[in-house]
């Protein structure tokens, strides 16, 4: 079964740099995108970027640029998101999820990953 | 970039009862690219409907989803005890973004 299994919860400082993994399993992990997504505490869902798994190309969303990298290690299957610069306002669940290209819906996600964010 | 707003805010309703979820585009949002999701306390969000209308796997018939444009909405016929939750909508034209959410909660 498809399976998207992410790395577990983390604390940082403000200013530092953080690296969330997602393993993908139970598919062809080339042929579906893999999105970044967080959700603040009580808030709602935000779109941070997607990298192709099957040749590596990246989109971030507008907000992240500069700040966040998104890459994949095939061999592993796995698609890593390293955030930097990290404020408070970064505190959130981490979730990554799939897209089959171009149907831009996210048909299976990870279980998410907490970062908090505090000094 | 496109932005969703999502009517209302809370619903309290009983088992049962039919609603009906509003999601309002900024803009026209083209090839059908909208989506809705169920997320329960502590869970990932679910895919239920893409496509506007297309139900996802597993989603049960009761829901169900139109619209065009920039005016969207989900139904869910009879509510179950299994559907208090929040729905968010989610769009594609040229990035992706969420509504900020409809919380369905047991009158």
């Known amino acids: 079964q498809v399976q998207l299994v992410q790395s577990g919860a983390e604390v940082r400082k403000p200013g530092a740099s953080v690296t969330v993994s997602c393993r993908a399993s139970g598919y062809t992990f080339t042929t579906y995108y893999v999105h970044w997504v967080r959700q603040a505490p009580g808030q709602g869902l935000e779109w941070l970027g997607r990298v192709d798994p099957s040749g590596g190309s990246i989109h971030y969303a507008q907000n992240f640029q500069g700040r966040v990298i998104m890459t994949r290690e095939t061999s592993t299957t796995t698609v890593y998101m390293e955030l930097s610069s990290l404020r408070s306002e970064d505190t959130a669940v981490y979730y990554c999820?799939?897209?089959?290209?171009?149907?831009?819906?996210?048909?299976?996600w990870g279980q998410g990953t907490l970062v908090t964010v505090s000094s | 970039e496109i932005v969703l707003t999502q009517s209302p805010g809370t619903l309290s309703l009983s088992p049962g009862e039919r609603v009906t979820l509003s999601c309002r585009a900024s803009?026209?949002?083209?090839?059908?690219?909208l989506a809705w999701y169920q997320q329960k306390p502590g869970q990932a969000p679910r895919l239920l409907v893409y496509?506007?209308?297309s139900r996802a796997t597993g989603t049960p018939d009761r829901f169900s989803g139109s619209g065009s444009g920039t005016d969207f909405t989900l139904t869910i016929s009879r509510l179950e005890p299994e559907d208090f939750a929040v729905y968010y909508c989610?769009?594609?034209?040229?990035?992706?973004?969420f509504g900020q959410g409809t919380k369905l909660e047991i009158k």
């Open positions: 496509g506007v209308s």
């Open positions: 803009q026209s949002i083209s090839k059908s690219y």
């Open positions: 999820a799939r897209e089959r290209p171009d149907n831009c819906h996210f048909d299976y």
């Open positions: 989610q769009q594609y034209g040229g990035s992706f973004t």
